[in-house]
């Protein structure tokens, strides 16, 4: 099945510094790559997510890229804001499931 | 439009009690998930119904059973829980596999 490895596991940057996190995975079969945030005590929520037929997509502060070759994909957020402070889960698909990384804690200080 | 709920929100269980962790979905979606998430720790897959009236294996399936009651309900059942099962339950919907995932709420289960 597929395995999907996250780096970091937490992450500090100064506001208004950039965030990358970095996600691989195994099964050269998977084609759907999403990206959730999920602050403390709550769900999980789609921030983006990149299809096998894209390199990059980019909504607003945030983007990600996938290397189909390398098998890893990474998140960039730019201008990082306190807000932004959450765990972050990359995940990608094999057949019908969706296999999650351990998830990257971002800590945005002021 | 409430989305995905989950009920009950908290429970606190004796090693080998039962329950059923229900969900619901109104937006009409095809395919339901149930994952199990750790303290510090990534969402596993439990369980997962691909339509009504299918139900698969994900990574971490035993001490569970699920049922997909109809399109809308997909309930997992703990039959003898056990310390280990102490977590954070979600229940997580999609149209169609490889669509973006819904989730629920999520149930926090203490075993003790």
């Known amino acids: 099945g597929e395995n999907v490895e996250q780096h970091p596991s937490t992450l500090s940057v100064q506001e208004g510094d950039s965030a990358v996190i970095k996600c691989t995975y195994s099964?050269?079969?998977?084609?759907?790559f999403p990206w959730y945030k999920q602050e403390l005590g709550k769900r999980p929520q789609l921030i983006i997510d990149?299809?096998?037929?894209?390199g990059e997509k980019k909504d607003q502060r945030i983007a990600v890229t996938l290397n189909k070759t390398a098998k890893h994909f990474s998140l960039h957020i730019t201008e990082t804001q306190p807000e932004d402070s959450a765990v972050y889960f990359c995940?990608?698909?094999?057949?019908?499931?969706?296999?999650f990384g351990g998830g990257t804690r971002l800590m945005v200080k002021p | 439009n409430a989305g995905v709920t989950q009920t009950p929100k908290f429970q606190v269980l004796k090693t080998g009690q039962s329950m059923t962790l229900q969900c619901a979905q109104d937006m009409n979606h095809n395919s339901m998930y149930w994952y199990r998430q750790d303290p510090g720790m990534g969402l596993r897959l439990i369980y997962y119904s691909a339509s009504e009236g299918t139900t698969d294996k994900g990574e971490v399936p035993n001490g569970y059973n699920v049922s997909r009651l109809n399109k809308r309900e997909f309930s997992l059942r703990l039959e003898s829980a056990a310390p280990s099962q102490t977590s954070v339950y979600f229940c997580a919907s999609n149209g169609w596999q490889g669509d973006e995932q819904y989730f629920g709420p999520g149930t926090r289960l203490t075993v003790t």
């Open positions: 990149i299809r096998s037929n894209v």
């Open positions: 099964d050269s079969a998977s084609n759907y």
């Open positions: 995940a990608g698909n094999a057949g019908n499931m969706l296999t």
